[in-house]
C-alpha cells in the first residue's frame, strides 16, 4: 500500500536543521516553537525514527536523520518548481532587452537564464549599444527594457545599483605610465567619455584615444595588449586585469548607475516579468557580493 509523506514536515525539519535548531526555525516557518516541535515528532512517528537528539547545549542528527536531510531538501525542491511550473502564467511572445556590452556578461547570465526557465514560450530578442542610443530606441518602440549605465537615473528610470568607475589596465602593464595616455574608449555617445575626459583635463593628464567603438571586446582586447587603459565599472572589471588605484598618478573617477528603464505606459505583463526578474538577481547579486 502507498505511503506519501507529509511536504510541510520535511519543511519543517530540512528548516530546523538549517537553523540549528527549533528556536532559530520558527522566523523561517512563520510558526511557534511549540508547532515546529510537534511537526518533528509527527514526522519522526511517520518514519518510526527518531531523526534528532536534542539537549541544552545543541541538536544533533541521528544515523536516520541524516539519511533523511540530503532526500527531504531534493524532495522540496522538485515541489516547489512544480509549484511554480503550474501556478506560474504560461507568457508567450517576445521581449526585446537593451544592454550596453561593457556590462552583458556581468549582469545578463544573473537573470536570463532563470526567465527563460520560467517562460520557456517568451523569445527574448537582445540589443547593444550605449545607454543613449538604447534609451532612443526604447522611446522609439523598438526595445521593451533597457539596462543604462549613467552618471545619475533620470525621473522615469529605477536606480538598480551605484558602481564606482575606476582606471583599468594590463597586469603589470607599461600603459599607465605613457603621455599622452592611451585611453581605449566608447563611441561619441559613451557614457564614459566625457568623465574620463573631464578629470584627466582637470588633472593637467593629456591624453589621446586609442580605440572609439562600442565593442568592449576590442576595448578589452587593446588593454590587454597594454597598449591603452580604460574606464570601467568596478564590479564588471575582466579578469586578469589590475585595477589602477591613486598610486597609478590616474585621478579618481566618478561613480556610475546601473538603471532600469521601462515603456512609459509601463508594458505588459511579460515586460513587467523580465523586470521584476532583472530587479531580484541584479538586488541578489550585489548582496553576495557585500
Known amino acids: 500500500m502507498a505511503r506519501n509523506l507529509d511536504v510541510s514536515l520535511l519543511r519543517a525539519f530540512v528548516a530546523v536543521v538549517d ?10 516557518l512563520n510558526l511557534t516553537q511549540a508547532a515546529v516541535s510537534q511537526q518533528i515528532k509527527r514526522l519522526e512517528e ?33 515541489n516547489d518548481e512544480i509549484w511554480t511550473e503550474m501556478t506560474t502564467p504560461e507568457f508567450e511572445g517576445e521581449v526585446r532587452l537593451g544592454i550596453p556590452s561593457d556590462i552583458v556578461t556581468t549582469y545578463l547570465p544573473t537573470f536570463l537564464k532563470d526567465f527563460a526557465r520560467r517562460y520557456p514560450r517568451v523569445q527574448i530578442s537582445l540589443n547593444s549599444g550605449s545607454s543613449v ?3 532612443s ?4 518602440g523598438k526595445v521593451d527594457v533597457v539596462l543604462a549605465t549613467e552618471m545619475s537615473c533620470d525621473p522615469d528610470g529605477e536606480n538598480l545599483v551605484m558602481d564606482r568607475l575606476v582606471w583599468v589596465g594590463a597586469r603589470g602593464g607599461d600603459a599607465v605610465r605613457q603621455r599622452p595616455l592611451p585611453v581605449s574608449i566608447g563611441c561619441s555617445d ?18 589621446r584615444s ?13 588593454v590587454a595588449a597594454d597598449i591603452a587603459v580604460m574606464a570601467w565599472m568596478a564590479s564588471t572589471v ?18 556610475f548607475m546601473v538603471n532600469l528603464y521601462l515603456p512609459r505606459d509601463g508594458g505588459n505583463h511579460v515586460v513587467q516579468e523580465l523586470a521584476r526578474h532583472i530587479r531580484e538577481a541584479v538586488a541578489d547579486r550585489h548582496r553576495m557580493a557585500a
Do not use: H
Not at 137 to 140: I, N
Not at 195 to 204: D, F, N, T, Y
Not at 210 to 222: D, R
Open 46 to 78: 511517520t518514519l518510526g525514527e527518531e531523526l534528532i537528539t536534542r539537549d541544552r547545549r545543541a541538536m544533533k542528527l541521528t544515523t536516520a536523520g541524516e539519511r533523511l536531510f540530503g532526500r527531504a531538501k531534493r524532495m522540496l525542491a522538485l
Open 19 to 28: 537553523a540549528g535548531g527549533m528556536t532559530a526555525a520558527t522566523g523561517v
Open 210 to 222: 586609442v580605440s572609439e567603438v562600442t565593442n568592449t571586446s576590442a576595448q578589452v582586447a587593446t
Open 190 to 207: 559613451c557614457a564614459f567619455r566625457a568623465p574620463i575626459r573631464e578629470v584627466l583635463q582637470k588633472a593637467g593628464i593629456e591624453w
Open 137 to 140: 530606441k526604447l522611446y522609439g
Open 238 to 255: 575582466p579578469s586578469g586585469f589590475d585595477v589602477l588605484g591613486p598610486e597609478s598618478g590616474l585621478p579618481a573617477l566618478p561613480p
Open 133 to 135: 542610443s538604447l534609451r
